[in-house]
């Protein structure tokens, strides 16, 4: 006997009333592509619950990736089996063996097929009884046990559970529209991408960079973290726009305090204009209040002006360690950690305006001319998609 | 053929040079370019840092590949004298050194560095008692091999590194060329800054290598160009030789991790056969590294024994291949202060983990003939 099923409960999609065949025709999908190096594997939606059918492969390999997938309450390993006492006996004390670290435990059917002759009170009792009598050391404790085998006796078979894995919870992506994302390659924006990510939100991305003032593993991080968010979302665009020429320009023209500010405008310009193309409907960034000079009210105030689009903020009142908590947790920190200068670093004057004042920025800017910049960076732009292409990565791997 | 000289080089593994071919035939993009094939480069270049940093037990930032074990031992000696020079011109290392490291000590005494020669015992190992003499306040660089590539003697890696704990600017070089692979060494522990690899010392290719450099601290480049390697190495990466390196070196540890004793079985049976011959005088120590053996044939011309061998199909070398154009004597052996007709009659054997014992007794046999016939030319 072993586990042959992953149950997998929804999150609040169940709450969302006649939208719900959406919701979980997306997580199907979400998990589908996410499982795809797992072609055996069976899944099944019914309107409470999924269920994934193993067919011999190791749940072990696919928990870590599910526990990445948005709109998953929780998850167990399950044992299915016909509604017969002594298999559902079996199953139960496999069940209970598996776990670790297990002193108490407690018995708990659901009986919602009514034929079945006994009543749950009276099947938790035979059950019990068999796991203390095969089983040694272990006890019954009702209130607090540390471990609860369920037996969910439906029509059609009876599923043994016991280990709750909490899921990611959220809304499954792309049930809630597309953003696209300012992302540098820093700590900040990636987390930005998650959280907007597990409110059901389809990314594309957004990265500037300045050769030779950046270098190409500047790039190649962005892509790597890209990636990291691919396990979470699913194929992501990246529109790569060449800043050099431009952000030249602003830091030859603009009054020394206030290039920084002209650049960040321009960089919402273009982004905005990049999102008019793909019909992306707002743009996010990882900006936390007061983090750094661009980031104060009065810069965002003066920067924001520039669109009128909506701009996710999904850090904005965070602390930077809250921030970097989450990075370690998503598993983007020791890719954010790399050494290398984002475009933004490098233009940095010593002692940008904390407080740019936004009349003076838009008479410094009418005095600049970037048509021609701007026109050369927009048919530049390259467009890379990132996915999880593993049969990719395996023939890489085979090589070392 | 039986091929008994793996500290000169090594035979390079099969799956070793598929992956050479196949990153040549099919990502011969630059690792800078902003297409796919350059992307795809780059991600086995990133690979390649993750997997060896992996291996070393380190961070994969603080790894540099190389052309090789030379060029490792110069980047991490002349890059750590140049830019620290301001902290002292002080340099310690061993008699018994491998050329790419006494000779780039050698070169920097031009630039009016200091350079400590430390002796080492009649086994070839450096004494405790004399590094600490030689430490100095304007110290910026002590760098010792690990396993002594002509008797095979390890050094107290942990024990120099353990003295240097606390000296900020007293940078710690080790060159593991003979040691990785064969003899483990905890880096963090050790209190490593700098080791040196090369890959084809390890069943890998000629042209490849590495240096791990502790994350702190800076280089003063030998090549300044395209900035590739966080500036230190400049020049396009070889990828197809990087991939390779790295193969070989999970190979290779892989074949230690799962067979530990191996090499040590081959040694001993060589050891316990060559004593069983009275011309004989073994000049390794008993308890050094696994597969070296060093041996002199006192009254006979090294050259002639390695010919007579070669013509049996034998192949091994007199003293080290590197230093091997100079005169007959070991520098090696002199310094262990071993007499002037035993360190000029030296061979050396060196095993990888593809020799077998069956090769050994025909070693055997073969060196037993060999020395009765040159006996009665020679007698």
């Known amino acids: 006997m072993y586990y042959d099923h992953i149950l997998i409960r929804y999150g609040e999609l169940s709450l969302k009333g006649k939208n719900r065949k959406v919701f979980y025709n997306k997580l199907h999908e979400n998990i589908r592509y996410q499982l795809v190096n797992f072609p055996e594997i069976k899944i099944k939606a019914t309107r409470d619950r999924m269920t994934i059918l193993l067919n011999g492969v190791n749940p072990n390999l696919l928990m870590p990736i599910l526990t990445r997938v948005f709109g998953i309450q929780s998850m167990s390993l399950a044992i299915k089996v016909e509604k017969d006492e002594n298999l559902i006996k079996e199953a139960a004390l496999f069940a209970l063996k598996d776990a670790e670290n297990v002193k108490t435990f407690k018995v708990t059917t659901k009986r919602a097929d009514k034929t079945f002759p006994i009543d749950s009170q009276a099947f938790n009792q035979i059950v019990g009884g068999h796991l203390l009598r095969e089983t040694e050391g272990i006890t019954v404790d009702v209130h607090h046990p540390d471990l609860e085998v369920h037996i969910d006796i439906r029509t059609d078979a009876t599923y043994i559970t016991s280990k709750r894995i909490e899921g990611s919870k959220g809304l499954p992506v792309g049930t809630s529209g597309k953003t696209l994302l300012l992302l540098s390659g820093g700590f900040d924006s990636p987390v930005a991408g998650y959280l907007a990510m597990r409110r059901g939100v389809k990314l594309e991305m957004v990265h500037f960079y300045s050769p030779p003032y950046t270098s190409e593993a500047a790039k190649e991080k962005v892509l790597d973290l890209t990636k990291e968010l691919v396990s979470y979302g699913g194929d992501i665009k990246v529109h790569i726009v060449p800043f050099t020429a431009m952000q030249q320009k602003i830091h030859r023209e603009i009054p020394y305090g206030y290039s920084m500010t002209v650049m960040r405008r321009m960089m919402l310009k273009i982004s905005e204009e990049i999102a008019k193309k793909q019909n992306i409907l707002s743009l996010t960034t990882g900006e936390s209040l007061g983090q750094v000079a661009s980031q104060t009210m009065e810069s965002m105030h003066a920067i924001n002006a520039v669109t009128n689009y909506p701009v996710m903020r999904p850090l904005i009142t965070m602390d930077k360690s809250e921030i970097m908590k989450i990075a370690e947790d998503i598993g983007t920190y020791s890719i954010s950690i790399r050494p290398f200068d984002d475009c933004c670093t490098v233009f940095v004057p010593n002692a940008p305006k904390t407080k740019p004042k936004k009349d003076k920025v838009e008479y410094f800017e009418s005095l600049l001319d970037l048509n021609n910049e701007w026109a050369e960076l927009m048919q530049n732009i390259t467009v890379l998609t990132i996915s999880n292409d593993q049969s990719h990565q395996e023939e890489i791997d085979q090589l070392f | ?379």
């Open chain 2, 1 to 379: 053929m039986i091929y008994f000289d793996n500290s000169a080089t090594t035979k390079p593994l099969e799956e070793v040079l598929d992956s050479f071919v196949a990153v040549s035939e099919n990502y011969y993009g630059n690792a800078s370019s902003q297409h796919q094939l350059g992307i795809d480069a780059n991600k086995l270049l990133r690979k390649a840092y993750q997997q060896s940093a992996n291996m070393l037990g380190v961070s994969e930032t603080e790894i540099i590949f190389t052309s090789g074990g030379t060029e490792a031992n110069n980047l991490a000696i002349k890059g750590i004298a140049l830019n620290y020079h301001k902290h002292g011109k002080h340099i310690i290392t061993t008699a018994i050194e491998h050329p790419s490291v006494l000779n780039a000590c050698k070169a920097l005494t031009r630039l009016d560095y200091e350079i400590t020669y430390l002796p080492v015992d009649e086994h070839g190992i450096v004494r405790l008692e004399d590094f600490k003499e030689a430490l100095r306040e304007d110290t910026i660089l002590v760098s010792v091999m690990h396993v002594n590539n002509e008797v095979g003697a390890v050094q107290p890696i942990k024990e120099i590194g353990a003295l240097l704990k606390d000296r900020k600017y007293t940078f710690f070089h080790v060159d593991d060329v003979q040691g990785f692979g064969k003899m483990s060494l905890d880096i963090r522990k050790s209190n490593i800054d700098l080791l040196s690899i090369s890959g084809h010392k390890l069943h890998g290719l000629k042209g490849t290598g590495l240096l791990y450099v502790k994350e702190w601290i800076e280089l003063f480049p030998l090549f300044h160009g395209g900035g590739q390697q966080g500036d230190v190495r400049s020049g396009t990466e070889n990828i197809a030789g990087i991939v390779s390196l790295v193969k070989a070196m999970r190979v290779v540890q892989e074949e230690q991790m799962h067979h530990p004793e191996a090499l040590t079985h081959i040694r001993d049976l060589m050891r316990d056969r060559l004593s069983k011959i009275t011309e004989v005088t073994i000049n390794s120590a008993e308890k050094q590294a696994p597969h070296i053996l060093s041996f002199s044939l006192p009254g006979f011309k090294p050259e002639v024994v390695l010919h007579a061998l070669e013509e049996r199909n034998i192949y091994i070398s007199t003293k080290a291949a590197c230093s091997s154009k100079k005169p007959d004597q070991s520098v090696v052996l002199a310094a262990m202060g071993c007499p002037d007709n035993v360190s000029n009659s030296a061979l050396r054997v060196s095993f990888s983990y593809q020799n077998t014992e069956g090769e050994v007794e025909l070693f055997y046999r073969a060196l037993k003939k060999i020395i009765k016939d040159l006996s009665k030319v020679m007698g």
